[in-house]
T-cell receptor, first 112, second 116 residues
Framework: DADVTQTPRNRITKTGKRIMLECSQT?????MYWYRQDPGLGLQLIYY???????NKGEISDGYSVSRQAQAKFSLSLESAIPNQTALYFC???????????FGEGSRLTVL | AQKVTQAQTEISVVEKEDVTLDCVYE???????LFWYKQPPSGELVFLIR??????QNEISGRYSWNFQKSTSSFNFTITASQVVDSAVYFC?????????????FGSGTRLSIRP
């Protein structure tokens, strides 16, 4: 099994719908992240959390929210999805101070 | 400005050729980390290497090698005797100031295609 698991892997939804992407990890890491990948733009940070009681906005947090339910779980929500949120979303974890990120397999979201 | 530039959007070579992926970075910090990640067609990004700004030694791992040159702010990645399994998108990244992974800056990636 993968160390960082994302569900769903693929989702097609309509404008205005609420969507939740879930992430769980078995790395034992405290730090978790949500990234968005658009073609030709690399990865952009949406939100990150350094522990269960810590939530921080990244560079593109507007239109998104997160919940850190446990050390191993970090979910990303789109309260009212819009077409320009169509993208590939990645969850990642890191150990303290290493900088090395461990990524899930990605969740491809299409908003029609 | 703090940024990572991967000027090569796509590269296509025939199997067994050597190929170099370029990465140029900008940072105002004297301490930083540099990274390379691989994103195969399956989708997940895989960590390849991390370099500390004080360690300019080149590194070799099998067919992979990395050339870090502070004088030109470059951290290039060479694959020797490329194989079809090397086909992927490769990202160079920077963490300025030895800060946390939350500050990581990714380049836009280079899509490498290895033709049989």
């Amino acid at each position: 099994d993968a160390d960082v698991t994302q569900t769903p892997r693929n989702r097609i939804t309509k404008t205005g719908k609420r969507i939740m992407l879930e992430c769980s990890q078995t790395k034992g890491h405290d730090r978790m992240y949500w990234y968005r990948q658009d073609p030709g733009l690399g990865l952009q940070l949406i939100y990150y959390s350094f522990d269960v009681k810590d939530i921080n906005k990244g560079e593109i947090s507007d239109g998104y929210s997160v919940s850190r339910q446990a050390q191993a779980k970090f979910s990303l929500s789109l309260e009212s999805a819009i077409p320009n949120q169509t993208a590939l979303y990645f969850c990642a974890t890191s150990g303290a101070d290493t900088g090395e990120l461990f990524f899930g397999e990605g969740s491809r979201l299409t908003v029609l | 400005a703090q940024k990572v530039t991967q000027a090569q959007t796509e590269i296509s070579v025939v199997e067994k050729e050597d190929v170099t992926l370029d990465c140029v970075y900008e940072t105002r910090d004297t301490t930083y980390y540099l990274f390379w990640y691989k994103q195969p067609p399956s989708g997940e990004l895989v960590f390849l290497i991390r370099r500390n700004s004080f360690d300019e030694q080149n590194e070799i791992s099998g067919r992979y090698s990395w050339n870090f040159q502070k004088s030109t702010s470059s951290f290039n990645f060479t694959i020797t005797a490329s194989q079809v399994v090397d086909s992927a998108v490769y990202f160079c990244a920077l963490i300025p100031g030895y800060s946390s992974a939350s500050k990581i800056i990714f380049g836009s990636g280079t899509r490498l295609s290895i033709r049989p």
